[in-house]
């Protein structure tokens, strides 16, 4: 079974500063996508970038950038330049062809101004 | 084009009672998850519509049910509602059931059973 570790359930960073989030997975297959959502006080999750398996060079969102390490089933993602409003609960979700996507437990992010 | 709306945001409940949940997908989706998400956690699985046919369940009880529309909006059903039913319930769309769409979520429905 596909499951997803977040390692870090809170995190806090200055304001103008890089911060990097953890998540590992563990998964016997080698087509799938990884995404990072965000989870404000508002509830709704949003999407922050998506990476897909079988792409070595790694996704970038403006701010937002992930390393993904196939082989050791990693993939971090760093919010670069924080904002206040990047302050949210994060979640990293794993998906394959015919499954439903999986989640970590979340990161609580704290952006200090 | 509009988002993922679900009704009710809140709801209060009594334990053994049965309470329906709705979903409006995002206009051109035609895939409906669901997810429970207890406070401090993460969301888990409880099922997936596919053109109205489910199409993967979660490690939920049969009292878990749901139905997908022809117009693909949705419903979650629970009966014999318990303490633990407690959460958050996301609905997310998405464009067929190819694992390269990431879904769009609803605000969720936040369900408190007493």
């Not at chain 1, 996508?33 to 398996?53: C, D, G, H, N, T």
């Not at chain 2, 429970?36 to 878990?64: H, K, M, S, V």
Request: charged share 15%; with cysteine.
């Amino acid at each position: 079974a596909q499951t997803v570790t977040q390692s870090q359930p809170e995190m806090s960073v200055q304001e103008a500063e890089t911060v990097t989030l953890s998540c590992t997975y563990d998964t016997s297959e080698s087509d799938y996508y990884l995404f990072w959502y965000k989870q404000p006080p508002s509830r709704q999750m949003i999407l922050v970038i998506r990476q897909e398996a079988y792409k070595q060079q790694n996704a970038t969102e403006n701010r937002f950038s992930v390393n993904f390490q196939k082989a050791a089933k990693s993939f971090s993602l760093k919010i670069s330049d924080s904002q206040l409003g990047d302050a949210a609960m994060y979640f990293c979700a794993y998906r394959s062809y015919n499954n439903d996507m999986r989640f970590g437990a979340g990161t609580r992010l704290t952006v200090k101004p | 084009e509009t988002g993922v709306t679900q009704s009710p945001t809140h709801l209060i409940k009594t334990r053994g009672q049965q309470v329906t949940l709705r979903c409006s997908s995002q206009s051109g989706h035609n895939t409906v998850s669901w997810y429970q998400q207890a406070l401090g956690q993460g969301p888990q699985f409880i099922f997936q519509y596919y053109r109205e046919e489910e199409n993967g369940r979660g490690n939920f009880p049969p009292r878990f049910s749901g139905l997908q529309f022809p117009n693909y909006s949705s419903e979650l059903n629970v009966n014999a509602l318990e303490l633990d039913d407690s959460a958050l319930y996301l609905c997310a769309s998405s464009l067929n059931d190819i694992a390269s769409y990431g879904y769009t979520f609803g605000s969720g429905t936040r369900l408190t059973v007493v």
